[in-house]
């Protein structure tokens, strides 16, 4: 059964990948392609691209070697929902990694970069998402 969101949702990219660390580039580059044809200029597509990338990552090291999936869709005018589905259902674990750690602010940076984000169940594991404001001219 297909509800009115799902009917009004339009998919700019629904992706699978093998969920290794080769997954993060090959997947950002790929949202950049499919925002650049959907009307965003590269400039613009930088902080989709940086919050497709720390989405990945967690995935990729929540699932290592398993498959993860990657969407793009408009829901809302002037927004853009990033989803990212990986295998493990526990929910995401935001950090707060001291001044000289090398990883754990993926969340923080995904925080700052979008107007929200959160987690859900669903498909046997977890979607963490996030929505993005676009400029309205485009």
């Known amino acids: 059964m297909t509800t009115a969101a799902q009917e009004t949702r339009k998919i700019l990219m629904d992706h699978e990948f093998l969920s290794t660390p080769a997954a993060v580039s090959i ?25 497709v ?15 993860i999936k990657v ?9 853009l929902t990033i989803e990212v589905w990986d295998s493990v259902p526990a929910p995401p674990h935001r950090e707060a990694p001291s001044l000289d750690a ?13 107007a929200h984000y959160g987690w859900r169940p669903g498909d046997e594991g977890k979607w963490v998402f996030a929505v993005l404001e676009v400029p309205p001219n485009v």
Do not use: P, Y
């Open 102 to 114: 090398e990883d754990g602010r993926g969340l923080l940076i995904v925080e700052q970069l979008a």
């Open 71 to 79: 969407r793009i869709c408009e829901e809302v005018i002037n927004t």
């Open 53 to 67: 990338s720390e989405l990945v990552t967690n995935a990729v090291t929540q699932a290592r070697h398993k498959r």
């Open 27 to 51: 997947t950002r580059r790929a949202a950049v392609r499919a925002l650049v044809v959907w009307g965003l200029s590269e400039a613009q597509a930088e902080d989709f691209e940086l919050v």
